[in-house]
Nanobody, 124 residues
Framework: QVQLVESGGGLVQAGGSLRLSCTPS????????MAWFRQAPGKEREFVAA????????YYADDVKGRFTISRDNAKSTVYLQMNTLKPEDTAVYYC?????????????????WGQGTQVTVSS
């Protein structure tokens, strides 16, 4: 089993920045890809960014490209999401996810483990 713990959420004004962190514990060697998803009130959970273990494969949702950066420190087994130029529409609960299988997936069904989520609120 793998447990994921997110941190770094909070309240920020539009145009500001936040950095989210996700630290796995347990059978971390089982993890191949990790990703961030988000869910706004009344909406489905949506893909934000994903990164492979080697960090060679990285994917972003179109509406965060150029503003968000996903990175991975394998020595610390931690994944980060640097969020810049935040907009009110980025407000959501952000979830970290981990995947055992090879490949990087942009769908929720492609991930085996999930964190509890961290709230990000962007005020206008």
């Amino acid at each position: 089993q793998v447990q994921l713990v997110e941190s770094g959420g909070g309240l920020v004004q539009a145009g500001g920045s936040l950095r989210l962190s996700c630290t796995p514990s347990g059978r971390t060697l089982d993890i191949y890809a990790m990703a961030w998803f988000r869910q706004a009130p009344g909406k489905e959970r949506e893909f934000v960014a994903a990164i492979s273990r080697s960090t060679i494969s990285i994917y972003y949702a179109d509406d965060v490209k150029g503003r968000f950066t996903i990175s991975r420190d394998n020595a610390k087994s931690t994944v980060y999401l640097q969020m810049n130029t935040l907009k009110p529409e980025d407000t959501a609960v952000y979830y970290c996810a981990a995947r055992r299988m090879l490949g990087v997936d942009t769908t929720t069904t492609g991930y085996d483990y999930w964190g509890q989520g961290t709230q990000v609120t962007v005020s206008s």
